[in-house]
């Protein structure tokens, strides 16, 4: 199994620069489709939040953060120098410590699950889910209700 992410966190800019991160549903269900396309991946989710944009796919076969940032509609020279990638080992442990509110700007809120299901049924919509992404994103979802409900 091989997830790549590459992500935007967007939470530094002014508010009224936030607003190009404001995706339709049907955008991201395209951007999904088109990232899938474009690397040859086995599977693809947009993940958009308060604070980030990020794209997981697995085993892409071509690299990721042109098709990222075009489907998007951002300017690669411009957005490319603030991509985060995060490596194999570390995919499983910053889905869940994201589900789980950890990533978040505030610190344990709950939202980021709702975002998850969402994100995983528009890869869902879009043809571009696959079991093993299915499956991981239910774990981190049941691990972060865990949490949530005992913390």
Sequence with gaps: MQFSVIGLRFDHLRPEDQVQFSYSQHQLQMAC???KR???SIS???LSTC???EVWCEEPK???MEPFLRSLSLPVLVWSKQLY???EEKVI???FRLACGLESPLFG???IISQLNFSLSLSRLAGCASPLLEYLVREAVTLAKAVQSSV
């Design 44 to 46: 693809v989710m947009v």
């Design 85 to 87: 990638s995060i490596d």
């Design 93 to 95: 442990e910053h889905l």
């Design 51 to 53: 604070d980030r944009v």
């Design 62 to 64: 071509r690299q990721i």
């Design 38 to 40: 474009q690397t040859q």
């Design 33 to 35: 489709a088109k990232i």
């Design 109 to 111: 809120e709950d939202q």
